[in-house]
C-alpha cells in the first residue's frame, strides 16, 4: 500500500484529493498546523472520508518536524497544498504570506533532498503566477509578471520546484491551477460567497450581496476534477509542468447573472463597493490546458455553467440557515 502525505488538507481540495488517494488504494496522512481543525473536520465527513485519513500536525517552518513526519510515515508522496492562498490577505499581510508561503516549500524539498529522495513532490502553483499578460491563453512559456504578493510567492515556489528538479534530480512537479471551485471552497472566495449569498436573499435573510470590480474575467473549474489531474502528474515516470484550467474565460457580473437568474433574484440587489477592489487587478486570464489533456489523458468538458450548477443544488442543500 502507498502512503500519501497531503499538507494543508483542511483547504477546498484537500479532501478531494484525498478521496482520490483512498479511492485507489492509498494510505492517507493530511497534516494541518493546529489539531483543532474542528472547524474543517466536516468535509472529510461530508466525503465520507473521515475513518480512512489520519490527521497529524505539522509545522512547515520547522524541518525537524518535516523529517519526524516523513520518517514515521515513509510516503511514497507528497502533495503540498499548504499556503496562505487567499490574493485579497496578502495585500493585507504580504510579510506573512511571503514567509510561510516560500521557507514552507524550501524546507519539504529540502527534506527529500537530504534524506528522502525517493519521494515524489507536488507543489501548488497558481495562475496568480502570471499577472498581466499581452497574449491569451497562458502556456508554461508565459513571461511571469505576479501584481499581488501572493503571486509572488507562488512564482517563488515554482522556481525552487524547478531548481531542486534540475539540480537534484527529484521528482518534484508544479500544478499551476486555475481558479477552481466546489462546495467545500471558503466562504470568502467570490463564487462561494455569491451562491450562498443569493440563495441567503432568497430565504429573506440577507437583503443585498456587495461585490467588487464585476468587469473582470477569470477561468474557473471544478476542484475535484482538477484534483484528478493533481494525482495523475505525480504517476508519470518523469516529472513535468502542467497547467490545469478549463481553457475559456467567464465574466464575473456573468457569473452573478445566472447565478441570481436561477434564483429568481433581481440584480438589483446587487451592490458594488469600491471598498472590495483591490488594488491591481487582472482584467482577463485563461490558460492553455491542451498539455494536461494530452499527456496525462486528464478529461475535463465542464463549463462553468455546469459547475455553478452543481454549486447552488449543493449548498441549497446543506445550508442551514
Known amino acids: ?36 481543525i474542528d472547524n474543517s473536520f466536516w468535509k472529510f465527513k461530508y466525503l465520507n472520508i473521515d475513518k480512512d485519513i489520519i490527521v497529524e500536525k505539522l509545522d512547515l517552518m520547522d524541518m525537524s518536524n518535516i523529517l519526524g513526519i516523513l520518517k514515521k510515515y515513509h510516503p511514497a508522496e507528497i502533495y503540498n497544498l ?18 510561510f508561503n516560500t521557507i514552507s516549500v524550501n524546507n519539504l524539498l529540502e527534506s527529500i533532498k537530504l534524506f528522502f529522495p525517493e519521494i515524489k513532490f507536488y507543489q501548488a502553483c497558481s495562475s496568480e503566477m502570471f499577472g498581466k499578460v499581452k497574449k491569451l491563453p497562458i502556456t508554461l512559456n508565459t513571461s511571469m509578471n505576479p501584481i499581488s504578493p501572493y503571486g509572488v510567492t507562488k512564482m517563488a515556489s515554482f522556481f525552487t520546484t524547478k ?24 466562504n470568502n472566495f467570490f463564487v462561494k460567497k455569491v451562491v450562498r449569498s443569493a440563495i441567503m436573499i432568497k430565504r429573506g435573510i440577507l437583503n ?23 494525482w495523475k502528474m505525480l504517476q508519470l515516470d518523469s516529472p513535468e509542468d502542467f497547467i490545469i484550467c478549463s481553457g475559456k474565460s467567464i465574466l464575473l457580473r ?47 468538458n465542464l463549463s462553468f455553467f455546469d459547475v455553478l450548477d452543481i454549486l447552488i443544488e449543493e449548498e441549497i442543500n446543506n445550508l442551514k440557515t
Open 208 to 230: 443585498f450581496l456587495e461585490v467588487g470590480n464585476l468587469d473582470l474575467k477569470r477561468d474557473f473549474g471544478y476542484s475535484p476534477k482538477y484534483m484528478e489531474a493533481v
Open 82 to 99: 499548504a499556503a496562505q492562498s487567499s490574493v485579497g490577505l496578502s495585500f493585507k499581510e504580504p510579510l506573512g504570506t511571503f514567509y
Open 254 to 300: 456573468d457569473i452573478v447573472e445566472y447565478v441570481f437568474d436561477k434564483l429568481n433574484i433581481s440584480m438589483k440587489l446587487v451592490v458594488e463597493n469600491e471598498e472590495l477592489v483591490r488594488p491591481d487587478e487582472i482584467e482577463d486570464i485563461y490558460g492553455d490546458n491542451s498539455k494536461a489533456k494530452k499527456k496525462l489523458k486528464w478529461e475535463y
Open 163 to 186: 531548481v531542486y528538479r534540475q539540480s537534484y534530480n527529484i521528482f518534484a512537479v508544479n500544478g499551476i491551477l486555475f481558479n477552481h471551485e466546489s462546495y467545500l471552497r471558503s
Open 1 to 36: 500500500m502507498k502512503t500519501a502525505v497531503i499538507t494543508g488538507i483542511t483547504g477546498q481540495d484537500g479532501p478531494y484529493l484525498a478521496r482520490i488517494l483512498i479511492e485507489k488504494g492509498y494510505k492517507v496522512i493530511g497534516t494541518t498546523r493546529s489539531y483543532n
